[in-house]
């Protein structure tokens, strides 16, 4: 159905004169003016400094403005990937599934109007992980490799976190070395490979990277390591 419609937007370029490449340009002002005010819904889910009527409000305002940009700009696969992520993240925040499969629709509108960019088809297993939905989220991924004929950083990253919450560790840890080894600075990619390697029994690797990943400023799985959490997972599987 998205492929579909992303058809149906294509083709209005020659019936109403438009230009895929102009409006892109223009879309991307327009998103460049209004995340430039973005705001982080954890500020507004502290207890003391909203309720989950501001939220709200908050919520409505950023969909109102990112679904005037996809009116004006119905051929931004820019455009309907903001929406659709920002969709994704309302159904998260406020536990909502129709705007989860909402935003879904939008990614993949923005996949099939810019079939080579991994963003929007990565973005729908973020949106379907994000939501508890593991196996969907694992399929999405797994077909977004298949298209894009291959992974990328931010592709592997987010395949490799989905199969961590699915208990496929070492399958996990394999997307996570890939992307290590494009960005081996990429803290948060080590300290999930040392969280693996951990879980795996290989103490020595897990350790190495969980020391780099606390240098760079993660330190989950070194804290984890140093209490003994391994250790004691170790015993009970012995």
């Not at 129709?98 to 990614?107: A, F, R, S």
């Not at 560790?169 to 080894?181: D, P």
């Amino acid at each position: 159905l998205a492929a579909g419609l992303a058809q149906d937007l294509t083709d209005l370029e020659s019936s109403n004169g438009g230009n895929k490449a102009t409006q892109r340009d223009e879309a991307e002002q327009d998103l460049k003016q209004l995340l430039d005010t973005r705001f982080d819904p954890e500020e507004y889910l502290r207890p003391g400094l909203a309720g989950l009527a501001m939220l709200q409000q908050v919520f409505s305002s950023g969909l109102a403005d990112r679904q005037w940009i996809v009116a004006r700009h119905p051929l931004s696969s820019q455009a309907h990937f903001q929406l659709g992520s920002f969709l994704g993240m309302m159904g998260k925040w406020l536990g909502k599934r129709g705007l989860v499969e909402e935003g879904v629709t939008e990614c993949k509108i923005a996949a099939a109007l810019r079939e080579d960019w991994d963003a929007p088809r990565v973005e729908v297993g973020i949106i379907l992980g994000n939501a508890g939905r593991y196996q969907e989220a694992l399929a999405a991924l797994e077909e977004a490799s298949e298209k894009l004929q291959g992974w990328t950083p931010h592709l592997a990253f987010s395949l490799g976190y989905v199969r961590m919450q699915l208990g496929q560790t070492r399958e996990a840890l394999e997307a996570f070395e890939y992307v290590i080894g494009v960005r081996p600075d990429y803290a948060l990619a080590l300290n999930y490979a040392a969280h693996c390697c951990l879980e795996l029994g290989e103490t020595a690797k897990g350790q190495r990277l969980a020391k780099r990943a606390r240098h760079l400023g993660e330190d989950g799985a070194y804290l984890a390591w140093r209490r003994g959490a391994y250790a004691r997972r170790d015993a009970k599987k012995a």
